[in-house]
């Protein structure tokens, strides 16, 4: 089992900044797969990004692309979500996942386990 715990969300305006953290306890955290989904209002869940357990290599949707960055500190087993230039459109609950054993890193619905979520408000 993994335990996953959200923080960081909160109300910011256009143009601005926060960070997401994913706080990850459980099963080791350095062979996973940690990725981030939103779901936004009257939307579908989206795979926002992700940071493969091995290698290094990042994903991202092309609409955060440019804009956002993942990253962990495995000896803090943290995942860290940076959003800037945030848009209204990203106003949404952001999820934390760990995926393991599988390779499709940017499709939300093979991620074994996902924290609660922390809403994102976006004002315009």
């Known amino acids: 089992q993994v335990q996953l715990v959200e923080s960081g969300g909160g109300l910011v305006q256009a143009g601005g900044s926060l960070r997401l953290s994913c706080a990850a306890s459980?099963?080791?955290?350095?062979?996973?797969?940690m990725g981030w989904s939103r779901h936004a209002p009257g939307k579908d869940r989206e795979f926002v990004a992700a940071?493969?357990?091995?290698?290094?290599?990042?994903y991202y949707a092309d609409s955060v692309k440019g804009r956002f960055t993942i990253s962990r500190d495995t000896a803090k087993n943290t995942v860290y979500l940076q959003m800037s230039s945030l848009k209204p459109e990203g106003t949404a609950v952001y999820y934390c996942?760990?995926?393991?054993?599988?390779?499709?890193?940017?499709?939300?619905?093979?991620?074994?386990?996902w924290g609660q979520g922390t809403q994102v408000t976006v004002s315009s």
């Open positions: 940071d493969r357990w091995i290698g290094s290599y990042t």
């Open positions: 459980g099963r080791t955290f350095s062979s996973a797969t």
């Open positions: 996942g760990a995926m393991y054993g599988s390779n499709w890193y940017m499709d939300f619905r093979k991620y074994n386990y």
